[in-house]
């Protein structure tokens, strides 16, 4: 070894060409040049486009690509700032608030848009976790939405530093990566413990020509992106079916884990406002061996966000020409609470609703902000793919004993019935959203289960759950003759939501009145 580096130091000087450079100088293109290692030489390359070759990370190229989802690569979708200005805020300010809350900024959006079930958790470090799931009949979509919200908890914060800012990572399941477990265990509690995934699939199955929007601000859009990926590798819907939206997403997992995204998931944009300091987190370390790392497509709005805001769709995933060119002095955390002119935090709580004044942080302008320039000669082209990664059974390293029974609340929108024999009983739970049984044959028949099904009565019902077994006959839409606008949204095999009465006592948890959850 030690005559080895003799050689190499012997050629440096007579060449005056680094072993580094001759070893990186061999990769022609950036897809191939990006984080390549020679572990042997402890060489790492970097594709520098302003010489347009690939070159060792010794050499001093502040633009250079590191990874290889920095390379610039047109992406297969366009993004729509429309969508994300008009839909997706209210959408993800609606995850911040309370139940109620909820209710009114969903009902602001264009179209018939309905909530069908809220999560809401506390983890036993005090950060509280928000989503839900809604249905928006006009735009055939099924929407998951996530939020979350630091509490004021010292121990919080001191969990928060350990978890998170150190990046202790898990396996993802069903794959080779690495995510942050601080993120990891928070969406795995909402996402398999409370049933949100359950929820989401079975609403998927009554709707299965809908896309879904998987939608986060801040840590959760994290979250977003780890549901995702979980749909998609369980091959739940197909990959043209889903859209993924995050305002100002934190890093979530390493290499592994970011190739998943960008091979599974075609439509994907993080929209990240000015100096927001929350994308750049969990940090990166010399030396890291499964360093976090972002996917593409970031959406930059460096000047503010208000109507006619000049945008950047940037190519790469951690492009040095959009946000990633901040310094850590240059970043802050006050413009990761404002987009698009709304706050995230506040927002819910005027209802979505614009007259009402809420607090927001002066933007800061940047004096000179030059648009991303591509040599388009060099930026390659993507072309739709399917991972052929092979899905696993789920093997959480949490125990569910790790929960308490506070944590998992009664899942809303449920009948139980029950059967006693002389020997056993049994209790059955049928969620109502769920299709009974298909059964050879098809019939006609209006099924009595499909009252239950679509109707949730605006009182509570003093008459008991009724105990006959539930019908194994599949639901039947009658044909309809009304062709009014109110109905134009519903189709023969579409599914009806189940209005979300606030004064249903069945939609609560065990042991909580209604404004203990309000």
């Given at each position: 070894m030690l005559v080895h580096l003799l050689v190499c130091s012997i050629f440096t000087c007579v060449s005056g060409i680094s072993y580094q450079d001759q070893y990186c100088s061999q990769f022609l293109t950036c897809d191939s040049c990006a984080g390549r290692h020679h572990d042997s030489e402890f060489t790492?390359?970097?594709?520098?486009?302003?010489?347009?070759?690939?070159?060792?990370?010794?050499?001093?190229?502040?633009?250079?690509?590191?990874?290889?989802?920095?390379?610039?690569?047109?992406?297969?979708?366009?993004?729509n700032e429309t969508f994300a200005r008009v839909i997706g805020t209210p959408?993800?300010?609606?995850?911040?608030?309370?139940?109620?809350?909820?209710?009114?900024?969903?009902?602001?959006?264009?179209?018939?848009?309905?909530?069908?079930?809220?999560?809401?958790?506390?983890?036993?470090?005090?950060?509280?976790?928000?989503g839900y799931v809604a249905i928006d009949y006009t735009s055939h979509a099924i929407i998951a939405s996530f939020s979350s919200?630091?509490?004021?908890?010292?121990?919080?914060?001191?969990?928060?530093?350990?978890?998170?800012f150190t990046n202790r990572q898990a396996q993802f399941e069903g794959s080779d990566g690495l995510v942050n477990r601080f993120l990891y265990e928070s969406w795995y509690k909402l996402w398999y413990i409370l049933g949100m995934e359950r929820t989401l699939q079975a609403v998927v199955e009554n709707n299965n020509d809908y896309e879904i929007w998987f939608i986060g601000h801040s840590l959760g859009g994290a979250k977003a992106e780890m549901s995702v990926v979980s749909v998609l590798l369980k091959k739940l819907v197909p990959q043209n079916k889903v859209r993924l939206l995050t305002f100002g997403a934190t890093r979530v997992g390493d290499m592994s884990f970011v190739n998943l995204i960008e091979a599974l998931v075609p439509y994907r944009f993080r929209i990240i406002h000015g100096r927001d300091m929350v994308p750049r987190y969990p940090r990166k370390f010399d030396g890291e061996w499964t360093p976090p790392h972002h996917h593409r497509y970031e959406v930059w709005y460096p000047n503010g966000m208000g109507i006619g805001a000049k945008y950047f769709v940037c190519l790469g995933a951690e492009d040095p020409q959009c946000s990633s060119r901040l310094s850590p002095w240059e970043i802050r955390a006050a413009d990761n609470d404002i987009y698009f002119e709304r706050s995230m935090q506040y927002w819910a709580q005027s209802y979505c609703n614009d007259s009402v004044v809420y607090p927001k942080p002066r933007p800061m302008q940047f004096a000179n902000i030059r648009e991303p320039v591509y040599d388009m000669s060099t930026v390659g082209t993507t072309s739709a793919t399917t991972a052929t990664i092979p899905v696993t059974s789920v093997h959480p390293f949490i125990s569910k004993s790790y929960f308490t029974s506070e944590d998992v609340p009664t899942v809303p929108y449920e009948v139980t019935t029950k059967k006693s024999s002389a020997t056993e009983s049994v209790r059955t739970t049928t969620p109502l959203w769920v299709k009974p049984t298909t059964t050879a044959t098809t019939t006609t028949t209006t099924s009595s289960l499909r009252t239950v099904h679509t109707t949730i009565p605006t009182t509570r019902s003093t008459t008991p759950p009724s105990t006959a077994k539930p019908s194994t006959e599949v639901p039947h839409e009658k044909p309809s003759n009304d062709t009014s606008p109110e109905n134009s949204h519903k189709s023969k095999t579409s599914y009806t939501a189940p209005s979300l009465a606030t004064n249903d006592t069945r939609l609560l948890p065990e042991g909580h009145d209604l404004e203990g959850l309000l």
């Open positions: 790492e390359c970097v594709w520098c486009p302003t010489w347009n070759s690939c070159v060792s990370v010794d050499v001093k190229c502040r633009t250079g690509y590191r990874e290889h989802v920095d390379c610039p690569l047109l992406s297969l979708t366009q993004y959408l993800i300010a609606a995850a911040q608030g309370t139940l109620v809350e909820m209710q009114k900024c969903i009902s602001t959006l264009p179209g018939n848009v309905q909530l069908l079930k809220r999560f809401a958790i506390r983890t036993d470090m005090g950060e509280r976790t928000d919200v630091a509490t004021g908890n010292k121990l919080f914060y001191t969990h928060f530093n350990a978890e998170f």
